[in-house]
């Protein structure tokens, strides 16, 4: 089975998580960072990362994939595929050429 990656952050790439995780392998979720909202400005995670604990899926949050640590990370869970929704943030070179 195929190692797949995850990458998105909003409500509307949800079910395309729910729908991988339950025919394929999903090694890891990435997501945007939890970011303040509502009263009191109070943290509040991007729905993928609520749906991805639910599932029991290893999950990161980079502020940037241009970070070192985050090709890193990207590179240790040895993906053979990207699925990408809606993630709100540019995929540098260095991610493309991965799988």
């Known amino acids: 089975m195929a190692h797949i990656v995850f990458m ?3 409500d509307f790439a949800v079910p395309s998580l729910e729908a991988l995780a339950r025919a394929h392998r999903v090694v890891g979720v990435v ?3 939890d970011r303040p909202a509502g009263r009191g400005s109070r943290l509040r995670p991007p729905p993928v990362k609520v749906a991805a604990q639910a599932l029991g899926l290893s999950v990161y949050q980079p502020k940037s994939l241009r970070n070192p640590d985050a090709l890193a990370q990207l590179k240790a869970w ?3 595929v ?3 929704a809606a ?3 540019i995929l540098p070179p ?3 050429e991965l799988p």
């Open 8 to 10: 998105g952050s909003p």
């Open 31 to 33: 997501t945007q960072p």
């Open 78 to 80: 040895e993906p053979e």
């Open 82 to 84: 990207i699925v990408v």
């Open 87 to 89: 993630f709100g943030q």
């Open 94 to 96: 260095a991610v493309l």
